[in-house]
């Protein structure tokens, strides 16, 4: 993930796993056109393919309507299952070519089974989507939208069918931003289905993403009224108060979820991530390790265990974790730079470096480990070279600057200490901090390269006073003043 321009260095990331419902609902299809398969080996097929989708296992469901479709090729229900499968795997993967598959097993189901099996509308409607996120079309949200209002005006359709169209239709209109109109067919699913799990969930996201958060959470609340007994709308809703900075509430919320279902990884994930937030890495270790034990495939959690064990002052044990990630995708750019921060920290300077190097070759967006990346180069007695290798920065009128340029002129030399504090945001409060500490680290660093410890130490101390937890900055301060929430081991 590409991180903005605006400072220089996350030591870990607000990612934490939302987990919604799935996108589409299987709701067994009307007979109407051509009839269903009565031949028992395809029946049998398409239950198991229905469990298998039920159960989340997309490529076996894939695999049993394949079964089906080989014996008769013409059973609307397992193409209505295969095109459901293929467009959440698609979503899942981040595949367009096989949401495009899905979209056209929807097609020909509806070609074969009829118009009258409204649901299977749904694969094409969520495939559509999902393609307008993956490739970044609006065209295709809107053709979403345009299909589900030709649903829409059908006479006597069901009330679950009529809630699972519109909940379809507002997901379109959450891509386009048109969030008042999203919130509108959230409400309207409800009214017409009350059990309607993804119609309560995204009635309150469409609030957080409209700047409504006092209806976000009632919408939230409403939720965990509906449905008691599901881990997900208390996870949910503890991700909202942990963006609310409200760390206790959002930690309550988690130990609810865990209390409903011990196994639920994500409910781990969240808590540890807030506990990281909190400033106690100790306890987001210890649930980032249950989360991995219920699931080791999570490269996420390998990452924020890594970040919560570096602000332990555990080097070693933090790049365990961050060549896990690698390990799992040898071409994460952030997990790249993420091991480049934790050698950094190590003092290994080259080992930095290169890592550093290889994330932006990775993905050149990568910006903010610039001025990282040139203060190791100092840091390995290469000056020369890096002031080269960034010169672009030094040249902008100072108006044109943005802060990464600012940095680097101010670790090159072209402008002072108190320049550098000067040019620190005033427009955004969080941002003002995050540059605030930026400034601040720096300023020690320089310091202590110049042989002026002494006065470095205030400059560390002031950054760690910024509380912004969430920077590498802020982490290079704990080690420098060997400042941990806990002692390393």
């Known amino acids: 993930m590409t991180m903005p321009n605006t400072f220089s260095g996350l030591s870990f990331r607000a990612v934490v796993a939302l987990v919604l419902t799935a996108g589409i609902e299987i709701v067994s299809p009307v007979v109407a056109f051509g009839q269903a398969s009565e031949n028992p080996q395809v029946v049998a097929a398409r239950k198991e393919a229905e469990t298998a989708y039920q159960q989340g296992n997309f490529e076996k469901g894939i695999e049993l309507a394949n079964t089906a479709l080989g014996i ?87 009330p679950e069918d009529k809630a699972n169209i519109l909940y379809q239709r507002a997901g379109a209109y959450m891509f386009l931003r048109s969030f008042d109109l999203a919130s509108a067919d ?30 976000a959470l009632q919408a939230f609340t409403a939720a965990t009224t509906a449905f008691p007994t599901n881990p997900l709308v208390f996870n949910n809703r503890g991700i909202f108060l942990q963006q609310q900075n409200k760390p206790a509430e959002a930690i309550a919320d988690f130990n609810q979820s865990l209390k409903l279902d011990a196994n639920y990884f994500v409910g781990y994930t969240n808590r540890g991530f807030t506990y990281l937030s909190d400033g106690n890495p100790t306890a987001a270790e210890a649930d980032f390790d249950k989360s991995l034990q219920v699931n080791p495939k999570q490269p996420l959690v390998h990452s924020l265990r890594g970040t919560a064990r570096l602000a332990q002052g555990r080097v070693p044990d933090a790049l365990q974790d961050y060549n896990q990630v690698l390990a799992f995708d040898p071409k994460n750019a952030v997990a790249m730079a993420d091991l480049g921060f934790a050698k950094f920290f190590g003092k290994d300077y080259a080992g930095a470096i290169a890592a550093f190097d290889q994330a932006v070759a990775s993905d050149p967006n990568l910006r903010y480990i610039n001025p990282w990346r040139f203060w190791t180069m100092v840091m390995l007695g290469q000056k020369d070279a890096a002031s080269s290798k960034f010169s672009d920065s030094f040249v902008k009128e100072a108006d044109k600057r943005d802060w990464l340029d600012n940095l680097l002129c101010f670790l ?24 605030t500490c930026e400034a601040y680290y720096f300023i020690a660093e320089r310091r202590t390269l110049t042989g002026d410890p002494a006065g470095a130490k205030p400059f560390y101390q002031q950054a760690l006073e910024t509380k912004a937890r969430h920077l590498s900055a802020f982490r290079g301060s704990q080690y420098a003043l060997q400042q941990f929430t806990t002692p390393a081991k």
């Open 186 to 215: 959230y409400q309207a699913a409800i009214q017409q289905y009350q059990q309607h799990l993804g119609a309560h969930v995204g009635l309150a996201e469409a609030y957080v993403a409209s700047g409504k958060p006092d209806l």
């Open 72 to 158: 008769d090729k013409a059973d609307h229900p397992s193409l209505y299952l295969r095109a459901s499968c293929r467009v959440e795997l698609g979503q899942a993967k981040r595949d367009p070519k096989l949401i495009r598959q899905g979209i056209e097993d929807t097609r020909e189901a509806l070609k074969i089974g009829g118009p009258a099996n409204t649901n299977y509308y749904l694969p094409y409607l969520y495939g559509m989507t999902g393609l307008a996120y993956i490739e970044n079309r609006k065209e295709h949200a809107e053709t979403s939208a345009k299909i589900a209002d030709s649903v829409l005006v059908r006479p006597n359709l069901k």
């Open 412 to 435: 090159e030399g072209k402008i002072s200490e108190q320049d550098i504090v000067n040019a620190v945001t005033q427009a955004d409060p969080a941002l003002r901090i995050a540059q």
